[in-house]
């Protein structure tokens, strides 16, 4: 009998396969999203180095204070709503409800404050002249690059935070199990991740010495 | 828990990686004020959030207890695509050294 050929509850050979990797299907969807995700930040990084390698005059107007000190609290927070969200699932596949959406909560204040530390920056920079396509430093493009590699991720976090919410209220309702609050915590894993990324890229490359 | 999840690591592990991954994101910041910056400093940070990437992939995402033939599959796809992005650098220097309007 191959692989494929399994029974159910006595429902006929070849109706139900096993599943590939030996993960959940929901897992799986999950895994090849982040794959395609992390692809597209890719490529964004890519064309934003591009941008930069083709520029002579590519602005650093990143200072310590506020810029890199506002990124390192905002990685910070990241970072550590990454562990809230493992803190999460283990406490959802101990079966204790009321903690696991306790920490899912925390995870999603976390991603909040870092959202609303992230528009500040915006606004700060807003306020210095920086423009899609104008800034008073240097190369035009900056704002462009910027405001789009730093406003995909703010979706992603913003899309993240709103997902918690949802799933954390519908796993306590009983209507979603551990195993969705696990695949949620790959996405938010990804999305910190991501940042990893962006934060040597777009500001330590540019800091103002 | 399907057949291929094996039990991951206890809180401790995951305190240790996130201890980790700050440290390295403290060591980023230290090496960009402790650069005269350029392709060297690129690189550095770029190894540094290469293996904070894989840190947490592996322990976070908990990848280290998942079935071996997913961790080759999603290596081996996300490898290839990041390889062939870097195809189109050699444009950038073009655009910088030799096109009219460069300075």
Known sequence: MSEAQLTVGGHGAGLVEASPFSVSTKKLVMWLFIISDAMTFAAILVAYGFLRNASPNWPAPFKFSPSIINVMVMTFILISSSLTMLIAVRAAQSGDKSAAFTWVLITALGGAVFALLHVREWLGMIGEGVRLFQNPWGAPLFGAAFFSVTGLHLLHVTCGVIALVIVGLRYKGGRYDAGDIEILGLYWHFVDIVWMFVVPLIYLLSIEH | ?103
């Open chain 2, 1 to 103: 828990m399907t057949t291929g999840e094996r039990q991951s690591g206890g809180l401790s592990t995951d305190i240790i990686v996130y201890v980790v991954l700050l440290a390295m994101a403290g060591l980023q910041i230290i090496l960009a004020y402790n650069s005269s910056g350029g392709r060297e400093l690129l690189a550095r940070m770029i190894v540094v959030a290469a293996v904070q990437a894989l840190v947490a992939v592996m322990f976070f995402m908990h990848l280290w207890w998942e079935r071996r033939s997913l961790v080759v599959s999603i290596a081996v796809v996300s490898l290839f695509v990041l390889f062939a992005l870097q195809y189109s650098w050699s444009d950038s220097f073009r655009l910088l050294h030799m096109s009219p309007w460069a300075h």
